[in-house]
């Protein structure tokens, strides 16, 4: 009888749950709808909630209501890496349309300084952006009803907000993964819907949509810039400079509804404390409007302001008020929590209401929100005049491309940046013109520059939901000193230029190029695998006047697949291509090593496969795929682990593990293939794995936590401070050693996630890569962990009979920035046969 109550119960349930997607249960009602305007179901066939809706319907909502509606305005700014479109809608009223290129001008030069401006006749900028994590899908559902709703009310309430308000409209945040979730959600729907979690419904496979194409977290891309959904979004914050930004979220089925601000202590010392103020009086509107429908929420927890790198904390530092919305996700159309049943509509009508809460927000606190933001920029040229005279400047004299990428992300961030007059030498690190630039630190963004750039190790807090430490020219490994004469500067960069590759000229005789540019690897791989012979020097060399350091390769013009002219015309393109110079060589003579010695070894070309699936990390995964393919246009092979014991790996001889733990079956049969000669490259969590299975033999440190005089009101607290969140970490080079090849100088930053410490090797020449004795450069560490970590190495290689094992603890490719260590995991892969 039980069981059948329940029955009776979830069908009666399922019943309701279907009859609450009409427009009714989301839509206000105090307020009649323009008959003209279409309504998401005439348009995409569907009621809103009924199912997940793909990209393609909500694009063709969008321009539909673009079509229909004299308050709406489309434009396209670009696409995806599947070439879907990244839309914005700009919603205001038909009179501010007309004057909209006026409006921004007049709203950003308010920021510059304009005391002229009268604040009471200005519209309000809001930028609103929808699931950023695609199998966080009920924002952009609600961005079917929000867009609808500014379309069609013909309330007096809903045309002053039009008035005296602009919205940007970002519908998908991230299209490739919402597509990518909708297809799961909506082809394991069943007529009968199932709340229980345990349905294949709730539980999408491997990657998962919560990423785009190459599987990244778009929401920690904000500051970095390195993916076209955040290239574009960006290019419209700083072309508008909104005031408030929101950015709609999921979280766990069991949770409610989350509003900022978030945890007080944990909001990074440069948002201005009215930044926080003025958030939490926003959060009265979401408390009113949430209460108005029942609907349970709650404030100042869990989530932080921090990381800048964050959709709602990248405004804080710019200026704007950035806002998260996290709802408890039903992960499909209806699941079991701890709230009671959770319906697919319910989290949209939260996610709805929240975004027009804003907008009420927006249109009341109006002056207000604009006075803080002409006061922000007001304030910090103030700051930024103390420093007048004095400048940044960032290089590398070796190695143009990675100074040329963070300049490239600075001027994405309309941050000045000028050329170096002439070279000169600052803290004995020479800036090379060309190879170097200098900021100003007397111009508008000066506290995005001090964001950037600051080295920080006090905390008001030990915990933190995102990294504690990104400081730019680290991760970069770039040569900088923030205090130099503005006496250095030349000409400002209004065209940023990647430098031009060249070979200097023909030779019969031979070519060498230098590994220290980013793109040498790019430019060996495309050499090896057009079947022409190249070696590497594993010791220096001077020729011709110019001294040729550990990993220059050499490529002889006899005895090759092409003739001395076609080798020539072959390495003048490669050059070109990977931006780089390659020097022709007429003699085999050189003070050092001569070129027909033994200590150029012959090199072959990589093939490379990359174990991806269940039991590893996606993210780790997607880097490491983005880096060969679309920086280093490397072919990679992803093998899934369901597959892996049946693959033939003999065709490759390099195997990249990211972070992951594999059955004892994978693990055997890569220990075979090491076996066989293969080299196997693991990464973070994987040393472990590797250690436990026997591959090598690491001491790896076990560290105790106990606890004393700490109460289990503070047991999580007291844990989570023991964790690596992101941090960086100075590290000493062997700079013969191959794994060292193309680094110029004696130290290298590492940036660090995890407690996985591996004690050195009893031969020195073992541990080309070492932790030194005061480690800590930027971000957040507590001391025991700090200590453990002193003198520690984060690589290791060892023997497995004729094949070889790779270990790093730290993750070379952290989210796509941080170039300064993508030559680690290239080395390893080029010169295997050498470490």
Do not use: C
Request: aromatic content about 12%; glycine content about 6%.
């Amino acid at each position: 009888m039980k069981n059948l109550f329940l029955l009776v119960f979830l069908a009666s349930f399922t019943l309701l749950s279907q009859s609450q997607t009409q427009l009714d249960y989301y839509l206000p009602q105090n307020t009649s709808y323009n008959s003209n305007i279409p309504t998401p179901q005439s348009v995409i066939g569907h009621e809103v909630g009924k199912w997940h809706v793909t990209h393609d319907k909500l694009a063709q909502y969008m321009y539909a209501l673009d079509a229909a509606s004299d308050r709406i305005t489309i434009e396209n700014r670009g696409t995806t890496f599947e070439d879907r479109p990244l839309l914005l809608l700009t919603i205001t009223s038909p009179k501010n349309h007309q004057n909209l290129e006026s409006i921004r001008k007049a709203h950003v030069d308010a920021t510059n300084n304009n005391n002229a401006v009268n604040i009471s006749e200005m519209p309000i900028v809001v930028y609103q952006g929808f699931s950023i994590h695609g199998n966080e899908p009920s924002g952009s559902n609600a961005a079917l009803l929000v867009a609808y709703y500014l379309a069609a009310a013909e309330s007096d309430d809903v045309k002053n907000l039009l008035d005296n308000t602009v919205i940007l409209f970002d519908p998908s945040f991230n299209p490739d993964g919402l597509q990518r979730f909708a297809y799961w959600a909506n082809t394991n729907k069943s007529n009968n819907l199932n709340p229980d979690p345990n349905d294949r419904e709730y539980n999408e496979v491997w990657p998962g949509g919560r990423t785009n194409h190459y599987w990244f977290d778009m929401n920690r891309d904000w500051l970095p810039v390195q993916l076209p959904e955040s290239r574009v979004r960006i290019q419209t914050f700083h072309k508008w400079l909104p005031n408030i930004l929101t950015d709609h979220h999921e979280m766990g089925t069991n949770s409610t509804f989350f509003f900022q601000p978030g945890i007080p202590s944990r909001t990074h010392p440069l948002t201005p404390k009215l930044n926080q103020e003025l958030t939490r009086r926003i959060g009265d509107f979401h408390a009113n409007a949430l209460n108005k429908i029942g609907s349970l929420y709650y404030t100042e927890e869990d989530y932080d302001d921090f990381y800048y790198g964050k959709g709602s904390t990248f405004p804080d530092i710019n200026g704007s008020i950035g806002i998260l919305f996290e709802q408890a996700s039903s992960r499909g159309h209806i699941q079991e929590s701890d709230n009671g049943i959770l319906t697919f509509p319910f989290t949209i009508r939260n996610q709805f209401t929240a975004a027009l809460s804003t907008l009420e927000a927006a249109k009341t606190m109006r002056e207000d929100i604009l006075k803080y933001q002409h006061d922000f920029y007001k304030n910090a040229r103030a700051e930024a005049l103390k420093d007048n005279g004095k400048a940044i400047v960032f290089g590398n004299e070796k190695d143009a491309a990675s100074t040329y990428h963070l300049a490239e992300i600075l001027k994405r961030h309309q941050i000045t940046i000028n050329e170096v007059k002439s070279d000169f030498t600052s803290n004995g690190k020479k800036f090379k013109k060309g190879y170097s630039f200098i900021i100003p630190k007397n111009q508008k963004n000066a506290r995005l520059i001090q964001a950037m750039f600051e080295k920080r190790t006090s905390f008001q807090d030990s915990l933190f939901y995102d990294i504690s430490a990104w400081t730019f020219p680290l991760a970069f490994n770039l040569d900088y000193d923030e205090n130099v004469s503005t006496a250095n500067i030349g000409n400002e960069v209004t065209d940023l230029q990647l430098k031009t590759g060249t070979v200097t000229s023909k030779s019969n005789y031979g070519y060498v190029m230098q590994w220290h540019e980013y793109y040498s690897p790019k430019a060996l791989n495309t050499i090896l695998n057009a079947n022409i012979r190249a070696k590497v020097a594993m010791s220096t060399f001077k020729l011709n006047g110019t001294t040729y350091d550990y990993g220059t390769i050499l490529i002889p013009v006899q005895n090759q697949s092409k003739s001395a002219e076609e080798l020539y015309a072959f390495l003048t393109e490669v050059a070109k291509e990977s931006h780089l110079q390659i020097d022709a060589v007429s003699t085999g003579l050189t003070d050092g090593i001569d070129l027909g010695s033994r200590q150029f070894r012959a090199l072959t070309a990589p093939k490379v496969a990359m174990i991806v699936g269940e039991g590893v990390s996606p993210y780790d995964a997607g880097e490491v795929w983005h880096l060969f393919d679309q920086r280093y246009n490397m072919t990679l092979t992803k093998l899934d682990t369901e597959s892996l014991t049946r693959t033939d790996l003999s065709r490759y001889n390099t195997i990249i593990l990211p972070s992951a733990n594999l059955s004892g079956s994978a693990a055997e049969k890569l220990k075979a293939w090491v076996g066989d000669g293969g080299t196997l490259i693991g990464f973070e969590n994987t040393v472990r794995w590797l250690s436990s299975n026997e591959f090598m033999k690491l001491d790896i440190k076990k560290l105790e936590l106990k606890a004393k005089h700490i109460s289990f009101e503070q047991k999580d607290d007291f844990s989570g401070a023991q964790l690596i969140s992101g941090a960086i970490f100075e590290t000493k080079l062997d700079r013969s050693h191959p794994i060292a090849f193309g680094y110029k100088n004696e130290t290298l930053p590492l940036f660090r996630g995890n407690s996985i410490f591996i004690n050195a090797d009893k031969q020195s020449y073992n541990n080309p890569i070492q932790y030194t004795k005061n480690p800590l450069l930027s971000g957040y560490i507590s001391k025991r962990n700090l200590d453990s970590l002193a003198n520690t190495v984060p690589f290791q290689v060892q023997r497995l009979k004729r094949g070889k094992v790779v270990a790093f603890t730290d993750n070379t490719n952290f989210r796509a920035f941080w170039y300064g260590t993508n030559k680690l995991m290239m080395n390893a892969i080029f010169f295997r046969d050498e470490l």
